[in-house]
C-alpha cells in the first residue's frame, strides 16, 4: 500500500521496511532522495519472522504514521503495531510506541481521527470557501487511532496529554464488533472471541472506517470471509498435539461451501476520552446484502452458485443526493449521513462482471412518520438514554460494467465525487502495442448514481508491453491536495509505482485547480502535487489565470487580502502583517517557478523567494526589539553577531534594488507598445523591479530600514567595553560605509515610493495591474508604464543624484578591479553558503547531520537543536531563539526541512 505526507511511502516488496520517497514538484524529474524508516525493535532483532507492513496510514497533521508488520509463515506468534513520530524534518521519524497483536488477529483497517473542520471550495452562484463543521467525533487534540482486526474487534488508541515520560505514548481500548458491548480503559481486555457461521470461522477481510460532519460515533462497514473450522486463524501451525477425536462437524461440507460472504456488516463506535474512566461502546446496526438491496438480509455463506469477491469497501460522508431517498422535507435535516460503496466481481475468468452498489445511511428523529420509511432497514439506539435515534440504511444506485473490466481502487474526493480505477479487460489491444500499454483507466464518478462525470476525462495507467500483465495495479491512492494519483502494482518479489496526473476537465480550464490552490494555501498544505500537476498540464501563460484565479478566492476569507494596496492611513503606509495568506502564496510562487521547465520563466523564484527573505527579516528584527516609552528597544543583547549578519544582508538588497530600479530606468526611455512582452529581457535581468511597485514590499523595506537604523544608532553609542563589541562595531560600520546608498535619507524614498503606489491603487486599471504584477514577478508591457514612472521617481531622488555613487551602483566592484573569473565564482559560491535564517557563513560540515536542506528552494540551514521536544536557548539570547525555533519545521519560503547529503 501507498501513502502520501510531501512524499511518498510504500512498504517493502520483501522486507519488514517502510521505504519512503520524495516526489518532486517538477514532472520531468525523478525521485532522487530516498530514506527508510527504522522499523520497531521487535521487527528489528528478528525481521524473518515479519511479512512487509500493510495498513499504512498518516495522521491528519502528518505527524504521525501506523504501519502493522503481520507474522510471516515461520512466526507462531501475532503481528506487531507500529507508530512513529516525526521529528524536524520530513526524513527525521522516530519509533514513539509499538505493541504485539495475537495470531490471527491482524490488522484490516486504520484510520486516524482529529481531522477538524475542512475547507472546501462552493461553486454556486456566490462562490466562497466554505468551512465544514468538525469531521468526526471529539477527541483530546493529541493523536487518536481507531484499529479494526480480523478477528472483529475494534481498537482505540488515545495519547494522553501531558503524560510522564515513563508512561506508553497510547492508551489502549478493544471491543468486539460483532455483539454490544461497553468497556472500559481499565478493564482486563480478554483475547477476541472467534464466531462461528455455517460450520466454519468468520473471519474479517476487508474494513472501512467512516467518520461525518458533526456526528460523534464513527460507523465501520467489515466483509467476512468463512474458513474451515480445523484452520482456526488464532492456532498455532506448529503445535505439537495430538489430536485423535472425530473429524469436526464441518468433515462433510467441501471447499466450495467456504469463501466470502455475500453481505457487509456495520457497526456504530462511540467512545469517551474526557471522563476519569475511557470508554468504548459498539452497537452493531445493519447487516446488507451485497447480491441484492435488501439492507435487513440475514448473513449468507458463499455460495458456488453465485459467486462474489468484494475488491473494495468505502464507507464516507457524503452530500445526501441519493435519488432513492422518500420526498419528505424534514428528512434532510438529518444530523449526519455516510455512503457505502461496494465494488465486487460476480464471475471469475473470461466472463467476470465488476458491480458497483451504493447505500446511504442516515440517523432519523423517532418523531417523524416512519410510514414514509417502510421498507428500508432502520436500527434503533440510545445515545445516553436522552433520545432514541434510529438508523436508516437507504439502497442507492447500481452500475455494472463491462465483461472482463474489474475494479482495482475506489478514492472519495473532497467535494463528493470519486475517482475509481478500472483494469483494462486485455491490456494488448491497445493502439501502443510495442511501446506502452494502457492497463488502466481512472474516472471520475458521480456518487449520487455512481456514473462517470462527463465534463472529466479519464486518465491512463500506461506500462511496458512486458509489464502488462505481471504488474497490473492493484490499489490507488490520492495525494494530499487530491492532484495526483499513486498505483502500485506488485508480483513477488517486483512492485511497480506509478505517479498519475489525476483525471483532466474535458474542456481543460485551469479554474477548477484554482480552487484546489486556494484550499491548499488556506490549510497551510504543501502544494508540491499542484505544481507538478500544473506543469504536466499547462504552459506559463497560464500562470495569471491560475493564481489570480485563487486568489480571487482567498480574498473572501483575507480581508486584507482583498484589499490589496489599499490602505486608511493619510501618509499611504501599509500593514503586510494583516495579509495572513501572503507567505503562503509567496512560497507557492517560489515552488511553482522554480519547477519550471522553461529556464527563462524559473528565473522568476528568486524574486518571490528574496520576498520570503524580506518577510522573514522583518520577523527576526520585531522578536529583537519591544515597544517602550520612548519608542523601540533592542532587548536581544546576546544576538549582537545575528543581527550584524541580517543587517549586512539587507544593506545588500537595498543595494540590489536600487540597481535593478536605476538600470530599468535609463533602458526605459520609451514606453513599450501593446503585445510587447515577447521584447522585454528575462526576469534575472532586474529581479527586483517589481518592488518598487507592490505596496507590500515597500512597506516592508520602511519597517526594517527603521530597525536597521536603530541598530546603527545602539552600535554607535555602544562603549567599547571589550574586544567583540569593538570588532561588531567595526564590522557594522563598514557594511554602512561601503554601502553607495545614504541610508539617512533612504527611508524618505521608501516613503515616497509607497505613497505613490497607493495612489496608482486608487483607479481600478491599475489595482489589476499591480495585482497580476505580484502573480507574474516580471515586467510586462501592461505594467511598464506604472514601473517606469515608480523608476524616475526614485532616480530623481536627492538622495541618488551623485554620478559616483550611480557608478558604483550600476557598475560592480569587479569589473572596477578587473577581478579573474575564476575569483568571481569562488566569491559567488561562498555567499550561496550562508545560513537562510541567520544569513551567516555555514560552518558545520553535513557530516555532523546538522546540516539541512529545503526541498522546495534548496536553502541551508544547521539545525539548533536535535530534538524539538528537548530544545533549550542557544548562547543567542531567548528571543532570537525562539525566531530561529519558529523556523524548525520549514524553510522561510514555506518547504520542508531534509537532511543534507553526507
Known sequence: ???????????????????????????????????????????????????????????????????????????????????????????????????????????????????????SYNAASKPELVQSPPLGPRT?????????????????????????????????????????????????????FITESHGGYRVCRKASIGISYSEPSVLIATHCTIVPTFSNPASSPFSLDFDTSPLSRNSDR???????????????????????????????????????????????????????????????????????????????????????????????????????????????????????????????????????????????????????VSVAGFNVVSDGSAFFMSLAADPRKSKHKGKLTCVADIRRLRVADLSD????????????????????????????????????????????????????????????????????????????DIIRLFWSRYNPSDVLPFVSGALDILGRVDPALSRFGSTSKSDGAHNVGEMATLPSILGFLVGLYKHCPIPEVSQRWHTAFTFCELLACKRAFDESFIMGENGPRLVETFALWQLIATTTWFVGVCEEFAQNVLRWQASRRWIAPSGADEEFPTSDAYPLIPFVLLPPTLSLFRRILGHVLQIRAI???????????????????????????????????????????????????????????????????????????????????????????????????????????????????????????????LTGPPALGLMRVCVRCGSRSESRWLDRRTRVPNRSGVRWSNYEYEWEGNCVCGGSWIKAQR
Open 254 to 404: 467441501s471447499w466450495d461451501d467456504f469463501g466470502e460472504e455475500n453481505t457487509v456488516d456495520i457497526c456504530q463506535i462511540q467512545f469517551d476520552v474526557f471522563s476519569n474512566r475511557r470508554s468504548l461502546t459498539t452497537t452493531p446496526l445493519f447487516s446488507t446484502s451485497i447480491s441484492s438491496f435488501s439492507p435487513w438480509s440475514a448473513p449468507q455463506a458463499f455460495h458456488p452458485s453465485s459467486p462474489t469477491q468484494v475488491r473494495c469497501l468505502s464507507l464516507f460522508t457524503a452530500p445526501f443526493r441519493s435519488p432513492t431517498v422518500p420526498s419528505r422535507e424534514n428528512v434532510g435535516a438529518a444530523t449526519c449521513g455516510f455512503t457505502l460503496v461496494v465494488a465486487y466481481s460476480s464471475h471469475y475468468g473470461a466472463n467476470r462482471q465488476s458491480h458497483l452498489r451504493s447505500w446511504t445511511i442516515r440517523r432519523m428523529m423517532p418523531s417523524w412518520n416512519q410510514t414514509e420509511f417502510k421498507g428500508l432497514a432502520v436500527s434503533s439506539i440510545s445515545d445516553d438514554g436522552v433520545e432514541d435515534m434510529e438508523w436508516a440504511m437507504i439502497p442507492g444506485a447500481e452500475r455494472i460494467l463491462e465483461t472482463g
Open 140 to 192: 483530546l487534540g493529541t493523536p487518536t487511532l481507531i484499529l479494526v482486526m480480523q478477528l472483529h474487534e475494534v481498537q482505540l488508541h488515545v495519547h494522553t496529554p501531558f503524560a510522564t515520560s515513563t508512561a506508553p505514548f497510547f492508551n489502549h481500548l478493544r471491543a468486539p464488533l460483532r455483539q454490544p458491548a461497553h468497556v472500559f480503559d481499565v478493564d482486563v481486555h480478554e483475547a477476541p
Open 453 to 528: 462525470d462527463a465534463g472529466w476525462e479519464p486518465a491512463s495507467v500506461w506500462y511496458q508491453p512486458k509489464h502488462s500483465y505481471s504488474l497490473m495495479p492493484t490499489s490507488c491512492v490520492l495525494s494530499p491536495n487530491q492532484a495526483l494519483i499513486c498505483s502500485r502494482g506488485e508480483v513477488f518479489p517486483t512492485q511497480r509505482i506509478s505517479i498519475i496526473p489525476s483525471p483532466r476537465r474535458s474542456d481543460n480550464e485551469v479554474a477548477p485547480l484554482s480552487s484546489v490552490l486556494a484550499i491548499c494555501i488556506i490549510k497551510l498544505a504543501d502544494p508540491g
Open 1 to 119: 500500500m501507498a501513502l502520501w505526507n510531501w512524499k511518498h511511502q510504500k512498504a517493502h516488496s520483501t522486507r519488514p521496511l517502510i521505504q519512503a520517497q520524495l516526489i518532486p514538484a517538477s514532472p520531468n524529474s525523478r525521485p532522487v532522495h530516498k530514506f527508510d524508516l527504522a522499523p520497531p525493535p521487535l521487527v528489528s532483532g528478528s525481521p524473518a519472522y515479519y511479512a512487509p507492513p500493510i495498513c499504512i496510514a498518516a495522521s491528519p497533521q502528518d505527524d504521525c504514521l501506523f504501519a502493522f508488520f503481520p507474522p510471516s509463515a515461520i512466526n507462531i506468534e501475532g503481528g506487531i503495531s507500529c507508530v512513529w513520530e516525526r521529528g524536524q524534518g520530513i526524513t527525521a521519524w522516530k519509533v514513539k510506541d509499538s505493541w504485539k497483536s495475537e495470531r490471527g488477529n491482524d490488522v484490516v483497517a486504520s484510520r486516524w481521527l482529529g481531522d477538524g473542520r475542512q475547507w
Open 715 to 841: 552600535f554607535q553609542g555602544m562603549a567599547p567595553r571589550n574586544q567583540a563589541i569593538v570588532m561588531a562595531k567595526e564590522q557594522l560600520k563598514a557594511a554602512f560605509d561601503a554601502s553607495p546608498l545614504q541610508f539617512d535619507e533612504f527611508p524618505s524614498l521608501i516613503r515616497q515610493l509607497e505613497g505613490e503606489a497607493s495612489r496608482m491603487l486608487q483607479d481600478g486599471e491599475n489595482r489589476k495591474i499591480i495585482q497580476d504584477l505580484l502573480v507574474e514577478l516580471t515586467p510586462t508591457a501592461r505594467s511598464s508604464l506604472l514601473l517606469t514612472k515608480q523608476a524616475t521617481l526614485l532616480a530623481k531622488h536627492p538622495g541618488l543624484q551623485d554620478d559616483a555613487q550611480k557608478t558604483r551602483l550600476l557598475i560592480p566592484l569587479d569589473d572596477l578591479l578587473d577581478i579573474p573569473l575564476v575569483v568571481r565564482r569562488q566569491a559567488n559560491t561562498a555567499k550561496e553558503e550562508k545560513d537562510v535564517l541567520t544569513k551567516s557563513m
